[in-house]
């Protein structure tokens, strides 16, 4: 039987209504930019697998770390225990963080990372003695599945089954382009003195669409909340690691958030990986006589050591001047290619920050991720073996930087002729 038929019997998949949905593509190995099918046919991966991939697929350093890993030290639990790739990976996170963040938490995954960062921004709260309760986070937002990360994101038809079993978390208008003082206003508005943290995915809201915002009206923000006592939790789940430019986005601003969130790029694309980072001030209202302040969590898989091992070779790679200039350039590129798609007709917005492009369809109704557009345009390009993964009527290309100058121009091209054939639809 083929592996499509037997994963169809066996296995259920994520985002997935199987209700007449094409069976899923084996992919038996990859390397670089590509996914390659059983025969022998290679997909681009422009979604760098949902956002995880930096240097691109089997990355042979990383693939040698984690080797070497596997064979030394798989695993241990990390209460009472530590490991060599633990602490160096530490060291490396705070290293590109400003001296003000002190500690570390390790967990699995995004969903993971932002429940940590929820939970130690409420905990610290009765921890000091001053239980606050309250949550603001933006409309539209996105921070996981896991039901505190689900909670603190936007309610929509993903959500709806769970409505009910959410807690209550005040959402504000995100300050895109044009919104800016509306959303300075609602946050003002929406704090008072129960307000315990604030949660925001800085710069760039993937899930939303691939909206933007600037570093600017976010550091208004920021001070509003440092100026009223209130948390602030950076999500950098997408951001981190170049996507926005910068290593993390947070580098654009001038405010540090109380806590960070890292995952998908932190392996490079390899292993699941999550931590939370917070300033000293956090972690220091946990450490105290009284052991009901502790902070009570953590994963079987807590900093497995195979997974800190990839995560602390893609941080060398990442450090790397060839790295970093490559990276530049994709950025240089992707502004140029933006700057081009402004004019075509068939786009309500193209835009771009850093590594990442997002194209806005016109449509008739309101952009939704149901919107059936999105399956005309996935189909298309994966027939033609390029994985692009629309958000509704949003195309965006989000590339491992392994990327070459021409296979980007070969993706830029096809989306482009894509967007002709659309035109040409529509005046008929
Ligand atoms: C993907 C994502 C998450 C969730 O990460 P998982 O690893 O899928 O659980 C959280 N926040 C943001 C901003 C994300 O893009």
New binding site residues.
């Given amino acids: 039987m083929s592996i499509s038929t037997t994963d169809a019997q066996n296995i259920w998949h994520p985002f997935t209504q199987s209700y007449g949905a094409a069976l899923p593509i084996p992919i038996v190995s990859a390397k670089g930019l590509y996914l390659y099918k059983e025969n022998g046919d290679k997909v681009l991966d422009a979604v760098s697998s ?2 995880t991939s930096i240097h691109g697929h089997c990355h042979p350093y990383i693939a040698q770390k984690i080797a070497e890993q596997a064979s030394t030290l798989d695993h241990v639990i990390f209460a009472g225990f530590t490991h060599p790739k633990a602490v160096e990976l530490s060291q490396k996170i705070l290293k590109h963080l400003p001296s003000a963040y002190s500690k570390v938490f390790f967990s699995d ?6 429940e940590v960062g929820i939970k130690m921004a409420l905990q610290y709260w009765s921890n000091i003695g001053k239980p606050k309760r309250k949550i603001i986070a933006f409309k539209e937002s ?5 039901f505190g ?1 689900m909670s603190v994101g936007d309610r929509n038809e993903f959500t709806a089954p769970f409505h009910s079993m959410l807690f209550e978390v005040h959402f504000i208008q995100a300050p895109f382009k044009g919104f800016e003082e509306e959303a300075l206003q609602q946050l003002s508005a929406t704090i008072d003195n129960e307000t315990a943290a604030f949660i925001f ?1 800085p710069l760039l ?3 939303a669409g691939m909206k933007m915002y600037s570093a600017e009206v976010l550091d208004k923000m920021i001070s509003i909340c440092e100026s009223k006592n209130v948390l602030t939790i950076a ?5 981190g690691f170049y996507r926005t430019g910068e290593f993390f986005a947070i580098h654009q601003l001038k405010n540090i958030p109380s806590i960070v ?1 890292l ?2 790029g932190i392996t490079g694309g390899t292993m ?1 990986l ?1 931590a939370t980072v917070c300033e000293s001030f956090i972690y220091d209202a946990f450490v105290s006589e009284d052991k009901f302040k502790t902070f009570f969590h953590g994963h079987s898989y807590t900093a497995n050591a195979i997974a800190c091992a990839a995560a602390c070779a893609n941080f060398e790679l990442l450090e790397k001047e060839e790295c970093k200039l490559k990276i530049k350039n994709i950025c240089d590129w992707q502004l140029q290619w933006t700057s081009e798609m402004k004019k075509n007709k068939v786009l309500k917005e193209a835009r771009s920050i850093g590594t990442v492009v997002a194209l806005e369809l016109s449509t008739s109704n309101e952009s939704s991720y149901f919107e059936p557009i999105r399956d005309k345009i996935y189909n298309h390009f994966i027939g033609r073996n390029i994985l692009l993964r629309p958000l509704g009527n949003v195309i965006y290309v989000l590339p491992p930087y392994c990327i070459e100058k021409e296979e980007l121009d070969y993706l830029y091209n096809e989306i482009t002729l894509f967007l002709n054939d659309i035109h040409e639809e529509n005046r008929k």
């Fill in positions: 949902w956002w995954d995004g969903s993971t990372a932002v996105y921070h996981g599945d896991t990360a995915e809201m993937g899930t999500d950098e789940v997408l951001t969130c995952s998908k699941a999550g």
